[in-house]
């Protein structure tokens, strides 16, 4: 799930205990990703060709982590990738990888800072979920999980990839799963960027930027 990787999370548990030092800070670079993979940092789906490359960050393009449950830190400088020469796709996520081309990556988000919510979900079809002052509207885009505690309903579907929101109200919303039975879990927004010709995609900079990590 979004934050670190298992790979990064690894690396910090060894440096916590003095099994083993992370060594000299990386140097990051972002990715843009169409689709999104797992924990092990395999499965996601990178724009590739027409111009794209990963932007490589420096110290001073962040700011300093703040806060507590969670901790935050974001970018304080735009991030700008180049003119697509091309359609790029749809982009959902971002990550930060160690180093500009392959490497490893340590930890991704989906676009958009927007919180994960618990919700409970009916058996019905489809089924409704109901998370108390949601926010959404019609068409926007989610994603649900289990990782964060609870139990997703079953159902005649799936409840992977990005769900379309509909019938919402306040405090409910279906997002075109049948389910079978009831559950529970945690939902969350996210914003999609189509990349066409000429654009030059930008994570805006600032207090906090556009690119928002937090950590529990």
Not at 70 to 81: E, Q, R
Not at 93 to 106: F, I
Not at 147 to 172: F, M
Not at 182 to 211: D, E, I
Request: charged share 10%; net charge negative.
């Amino acid at each position: 799930m979004t934050g670190y990787t298992d790979y990064w999370a690894r690396k910090i548990l060894d440096q916590s205990t003095g099994k083993a030092s992370i060594g000299a800070a990386p140097t990051v670079s972002i990715a843009l990703f169409t689709a999104v993979g797992s924990d092990s940092g395999s499965g996601f789906t990178e724009v590739s060709g027409s111009g794209y490359s990963r932007v490589t960050t420096a110290a001073g393009n962040w700011n300093s982590a703040s806060g507590s449950a969670p901790s935050t830190t974001s970018n304080g400088a735009d991030l700008i990738f180049p003119t697509a020469s091309g359609s790029w796709g749809t982009v959902i996520a971002v990550g930060a990888y160690d180093a500009p081309s392959g490497g490893n990556l340590l930890w991704w988000d989906y676009l958009g800072n927007f919180s994960w919510l618990p919700f409970t979900c009916s058996s019905a079809s489809p089924g409704v979920l109901t998370a108390p002052a949601h926010g959404y509207s019609n068409a926007d885009q989610v994603v649900v999980s289990a990782e964060y505690g609870g139990t997703l309903p079953t159902t005649g579907g799936s409840w992977s990839g990005l769900l379309t929101v509909a019938s919402a109200t306040t405090d409910t919303f279906t997002a075109g799963v049948n389910t079978t039975g009831t559950g529970n879990g945690s939902v969350r927004k996210v914003s999609s960027l189509a990349v066409t010709s000429g654009q030059a995609p930008r994570l805006a900079g600032g207090t906090p930027g556009n690119l928002v990590l937090a950590l529990a």
